[in-house]
């Protein structure tokens, strides 16, 4: 079974930095994308950053370019998003995803993570 484990939310002041850490676990032979979103209460869940495995490109949310920096170790399905200049609006539920997870029996075509908490005050 292939689960997604996150750490590093927490609270920081505006003007700090987080680091998120999300790490694939199981018998993985592949994994085509990971990426992060974000859910703050009374919103949608939203697209924060996400790196494709092959070439390693990036996409990020308007709001986060120039702040976050997404980035991947394949080897160790892992991915890491550094949190730079937070804004009290960057408060959210934070979400690791991985797209087409490839495993011995199956391929799950989408896989969260439980959540981690990010709060930016004061």
């Known amino acids: 079974q292939v689960q997604l484990v996150e750490s590093g939310g927490g609270l920081v002041q505006p003007g700090g930095s987080l680091r998120l850490s999300c790490a694939a676990s199981?018998?993985?032979?592949?994994?085509?994308?990971m990426g992060w979103y974000r859910q703050a209460p009374g919103k949608q869940r939203e697209l924060v950053a996400r790196?494709?495995?092959?070439?390693?490109?990036?996409d990020y949310a308007d709001s986060v370019k120039g702040r976050f920096t997404i980035s991947r170790d394949s080897a160790q399905n892992t991915v890491v998003l550094q949190m730079n200049s937070l804004k009290p609006d960057d408060t959210a539920v934070y979400y690791c995803?991985?797209?087409?997870?490839?495993?011995?029996?199956?391929?799950?075509?989408?896989?969260w993570g439980q959540g981690t908490q990010v709060t930016v005050s004061s």
């Open positions: 199981g018998r993985i032979f592949s994994i085509n994308a």
């Open positions: 790196i494709i495995s092959s070439g390693g490109s990036t």
């Open positions: 995803n991985a797209i087409n997870v490839k495993t011995r029996g199956i391929t799950y075509g989408s896989l």
